[in-house]
Structures are given as structure tokens and as C-alpha cells.
């Protein structure tokens, strides 16, 4: 048991600084400039944080990935008290944040099921309402995602290995992830705002272009982790075992190129 401890520690010192590197990089990211005036309906803008939600749930999975994500905007809200308000929808939108990291996460662990069912009771959710039933066509672009998607899963799965396959794959998941906060911030601003349908009209075509911006953005992110910093990782996750081999190896060369020239000097001898 002693031998097993170094290893053990090891591994939880390395999940402990990568949880760690999450919060922290939230937490700043809490500071990026909002996107203004993109999804056309005045006075409201859309926190750059959003894209960060998604991207903790693709790198974390949909538990840790939350709990990044709401821990960084907890840690924004110690440090700045304006950040949060008496306003309810601004009391709610760290839940939506987390929501995108779940649906993100899922999606990436390919519990598809779970992930298709939490955006699907929200585009049904939508409908409950009567702004919605009167603004039925405004989650047209989140019913497109959700049915690319599954018809990507069911035609792509020879191609499971490729680069490509893997891009598409984050894209979808950092897509419905901001597209679940986009529309649970929707449904939660309607009721709590009073928000006629026509608002929700006007942006109709202008909403899939700021959605797309922030997935591609922790797209292209999620990408490079997979590609370069997480290839790093996990080929040297058991750390021991490296170190073992690598020791193992020095040992033979030692052995075959000094000890076997010593003895076979001997028997010459």
C-alpha cells in the first residue's frame, strides 16, 4: 500500500490545479466586455461569460463543469456586490451559466439522452407560456441544432476518431449549451419582465448569430485543449509507471552495455 501513495497524490494535486485553473479563468473572464445590441432588443446585453459556461462543462463534464462555472461567477460577486442585485433575473442568471456547463457536459461524456431530454424540456417549456405560444417560431434555430445534431450522432459514428468528428462534436456541445441559457434567460425574462412576443419576434434571425459567436469561441478553445494541453496529460497520467519504465530502461542499457562487457571480460580472463 506505502507504493501506491506518490501515484495517488499525485492524481489528486493534478485535478485539484485543474478544477483550480477553471475557477480561476472564469472568475477573469466575468471581466470581458458583454456583447451589446446583437440580439436587437434594447437596453439588453449578453455577458461574454456565457461562452466560458459551455467550455467548463466540455472540459469538465456536466457536475464539475457547473460547479466551476457557478464558483467563478460566486468568487466575481465577493469581489464586485454590483454584479448581483435585487433584480431576480440577475439573481438567476449564474443558474443559467451552470445549466449550459450541464448540457455541454453531457453532451461531451455522450449521455446524449440526458442532454437531448434538459434541452428539449426547454424548447417545450417555451410553449407553456403565452408569449411563447405567440412567439412560437422565436427557438426555430434551437430546434435546428437539436435535430442537426441528432441526425450528426446517427450518421457519423465511422468517422468517431477523426479531428473533424471532434470539432463537430465540441461545436454542438458548446452550441446547445449557450442555446439552453439563451432560452431558459428567455423564458425567465418574459415572465419575470412582462416581455410582449414581439420583442422575441424582432430578434428572431439576429439570436443564432450571437449564439454562434460564443460557441465557436469556446469551440475553437475546447479544441485546442482536446488537441495539444489534454494529449499532454493524459499520456503522462500515471506518473509512476512513467517514471518506473523510464528507470526499468535505464537499468537494461546498464546492464547489457557495462555489466555484460565487465563479464564477458572476465571470462575472457
Known amino acids: 500500500m506505502p507504493p501506491m501513495m506518490p501515484k495517488l497524490r499525485i492524481k489528486k494535486d493534478v485535478s485539484f490545479i485543474y478544477l483550480l485553473f477553471g475557477v480561476i479563468l472564469t472568475y477573469f473572464s ?32 456536466p457536475f464539475w463543469g457547473a460547479i466551476v462555472s457557478g464558483t467563478g461567477l460566486f468568487l466575481h460577486e465577493l469581489n464586485n456586490t454590483g454584479y448581483l442585485s435585487e433584480n431576480a433575473f440577475d439573481m438567476l442568471s449564474p443558474f443559467f451559466i451552470m445549466l449550459s456547463s450541464v448540457v455541454s457536459g453531457f453532451i461531451v461524456n455522450r449521455q446524449h439522452k440526458v442532454a437531448l431530454s434538459i434541452f428539449g424540456a426547454l424548447i417545450v ?29 446517427k450518421n457519423s459514428i465511422k468517422s468517431i476518431h477523426s479531428r473533424i468528428y471532434v470539432f463537430v462534436s465540441i461545436l454542438f456541445a458548446a452550441l446547445m449549451g449557450v442555446l439552453s441559457d439563451h432560452l431558459a434567460g428567455s423564458i425567465a ?6 416581455l410582449n412576443a414581439e420583442a422575441f419576434r424582432s430578434v428572431v434571425l439576429l439570436y443564432p448569430l450571437e449564439r454562434i459567436i460564443l460557441a465557436l469561441s469556446a469551440t475553437f478553445v475546447a479544441f485546442f485543449f482536446f488537441s495539444i494541453i489534454k494529449d499532454i496529460i493524459l499520456s503522462s497520467e500515471d506518473l509512476e509507471d512513467d517514471f518506473s519504465r523510464i528507470k526499468s530502461q535505464n537499468m537494461d542499457d546498464y ?3 557495462d555489466v ?3 563479464i564477458e571480460d572476465k571470462e575472457k580472463d
Open 260 to 262: 555484460m562487457s565487465i
Open 125 to 153: 417549456s417555451w410553449y407553456i407560456f403565452e408569449v411563447g405560444r405567440n412567439a412560437f417560431f422565436f427557438p426555430w434555430f434551437h430546434v435546428a441544432v437539436l435535430v442537426a445534431f441528432v441526425v450528426f450522432e
Open 189 to 194: 425574462y418574459s415572465y419575470i419582465f412582462g
Open 30 to 61: 466575468s471581466y470581458l466586455p458583454d456583447l451589446t445590441g446583437v440580439i436587437g432588443i434594447e437596453g439588453t446585453r449578453i455577458s461574454s461569460i456565457v461562452a466560458f459556461g459551455s467550455l467548463n462543462g466540455i472540459l469538465y463534464g
Open 255 to 257: 546492464l547489457y552495455s
